[in-house]
Nanobody
Framework: QVQLVESGGGLVQAGGSLRLSCAASGRTFNIYTMGWFRQAPGKEREFVAAVTWTAGRRYYADSVKGRFTISRDNAKNTMYLQMNSLKPEDTAAYYC????????????????????WGQGTQVTVSS
């Protein structure tokens, strides 16, 4: 199993930046894909970005392309989400997720494909 812990959330003004981290522990060597999802109050959870752990292939939601960058540090078992040019509509709880299945590479945007989730970190962007 994998345990995931997010950090780095906070309050920022529109146009500002934040970097989220997701530290993985446990059986990390079998992770195939890790991803970021977010959920705003009253809205469904949505895909933000994902990265395959070994190959480093990256995927982004259209709403964050060009503003957010996903990366990972395999040695530290940590995934990052650099968020620039933040907008009020980026306000949400951000969750990291991981799974061992290669299926998650193609299904990276589907939350139900990930077996392991962190507790979330809140990002609030003020206008």
């Amino acid at each position: 199993q994998v345990q995931l812990v997010e950090s780095g959330g906070g309050l920022v003004q529109a146009g500002g930046s934040l970097r989220l981290s997701c530290a993985a522990s446990g059986r990390t060597f079998n992770i195939y894909t890790m991803g970021w999802f977010r959920q705003a109050p009253g809205k469904e959870r949505e895909f933000v970005a994902a990265v395959t752990w070994t190959a480093g292939r990256r995927y982004y939601a259209d709403s964050v392309k060009g503003r957010f960058t996903i990366s990972r540090d395999n040695a530290k078992n940590t995934m990052y989400l650099q968020m620039n040019s933040l907008k009020p509509e980026d306000t949400a709880a951000y969750y990291c997720a991981a799974d061992y299945s290669p299926r998650t590479a193609a299904a990276h945007a589907i939350g139900n494909e990930y077996a392991y989730w962190g507790q979330g970190t809140q990002v609030t962007v003020s206008s």
